[in-house]
């Protein structure tokens, strides 16, 4: 079955970029949109966009400008770059598979932005 | 942007009780283009249902997704001891996707 792996950096200073990249294992890497989507602790699921394995994207509006995606077909993987982080972007980010809806889900990631 | 609003915020109920969860389009994109989600404390969410009434793999038959258009319900039979967490809608009819703010079923 399909497994998503994702890692990044864990603590940030506001100002900085936030990088995470998930690898996707078990299963087709093609003819799928792969999404990253965020939940502040304590709080709901913001979708911040997705990704094509041939490298068409789709942004929530509400991060359009900071958000830049990339992927790598050959390694079964893609990445989520947010620049100009504030402590707002405080967040578990996750990566997901999408069909329409999401599934499955990557472990989530812990991203705290601090001075 | 279409805007989910999940109710109620909390349902309080007893294991082997019914929990209705409801979830409310602010316009409707695609009839049936819904899906809903369980999360746990400290993990990702779980798909349960897509396309508003279809079950996805390996989930229980006490888990049912009704409506269409604007109206969506999720319908837990019999609430098992598991079944306590919170749940989320997202439409995936129109862009942005978006998800509802969440119904956090508790032990009463």
């Known amino acids: 079955q399909v497994q998503l792996q994702q890692w990044g950096a864990g603590l940030l200073k506001p100002s900085e970029t936030l990088s995470l990249t998930c690898a996707v294992s078990g299963g087709s890497f093609t003819g799928y949109y792969w999404s990253w989507i965020r939940q502040p602790p304590g709080k709901g699921l913001e979708w911040i966009g997705e990704?094509?394995?041939?490298?068409?994207?789709n942004y929530n509006p509400s991060l359009k400008s900071r958000v830049t995606m990339s992927v790598d077909s050959s390694k079964h993987q893609f990445s989520l770059k947010l620049s100009s982080v504030t402590a707002a972007d405080t967040a578990v980010y996750y990566c997901?598979?999408?069909?329409?809806?999401?599934?499955?889900w990557g472990q989530g990631t812990l991203v705290t932005v601090s001075s | 942007e279409i805007v989910l609003t999940q109710s109620p915020g909390t349902l309080s109920l007893s294991p082997g009780e019914r929990a209705t969860l409801s979830c409310r389009a602010s316009?409707?994109?695609?009839?049936?283009?819904l899906a809903w989600y369980q999360q746990k404390p400290g993990q990702a969410p779980r798909l349960l249902i897509y396309g508003a009434s279809s079950r996805a793999t390996g989930i229980p038959d006490r888990f049912s997704g009704s409506g269409s258009g604007t109206d969506f319900t999720l319908t837990i039979t019999r609430l098992e001891p598991e079944d306590f967490a919170v749940y989320y809608c997202?439409?995936?009819?129109?862009?942005?996707?978006?998800f509802g703010g969440g119904t956090k079923v508790e032990i009463k």
């Open positions: 997901a598979r999408v069909e329409g809806w999401f599934d499955p």
């Open positions: 316009q409707s994109a695609s009839s049936s283009s």
């Open positions: 990704i094509h394995h041939s490298g068409s994207t």
């Open positions: 997202q439409q995936y009819g129109g862009s942005p996707l978006t």
